[in-house]
């Protein structure tokens, strides 16, 4: 959480630029920086049956708060389209993606 609020307060003006690749390069963080997100709620929540859906609910309420957050920085302005697909997309192909490699094994 540190992590993403860091990147998410740095003014609109100091990001850098990654030319062609921007919105990929951007977009993709996003989906990367949520997935990682959801993966470490899903371990808080390991004894839980519902751990996937909590893990998921909490990283996609924290990326709505993150894009409030934003509104307040310099040259930076909230999205709700990061919300629901990047941020949202990501944190569920993150807790997919450990649940097909890990995580049929271990559901009760």
Not at 36 to 50: E, Q
Not at 77 to 104: C, E, M, Q, T
């Amino acid at each position: 959480m540190a992590v993403i609020f860091i990147f998410s307060s740095q003014p609109g003006d100091s990001l850098p630029d990654f030319l062609n690749w921007d919105y990929v390069v951007k977009k993709g963080g996003h989906a990367i920086g949520y997935g990682l997100l959801a993966l470490s709620y899903l371990h808080f929540f390991r004894y839980d049956k519902k751990r996937y859906w909590l893990a998921w609910l909490l990283a996609v309420l924290f990326s709505a708060t993150d894009e409030f957050h934003q509104s307040f920085v310099p040259g930076r302005h909230p999205s709700i389209y990061d919300v629901l697909i990047f941020d949202n997309l990501g944190a569920a192909a993150g807790l997919w993606s450990y649940f097909v490699r890990w995580g049929k094994k271990n559901i009760k």
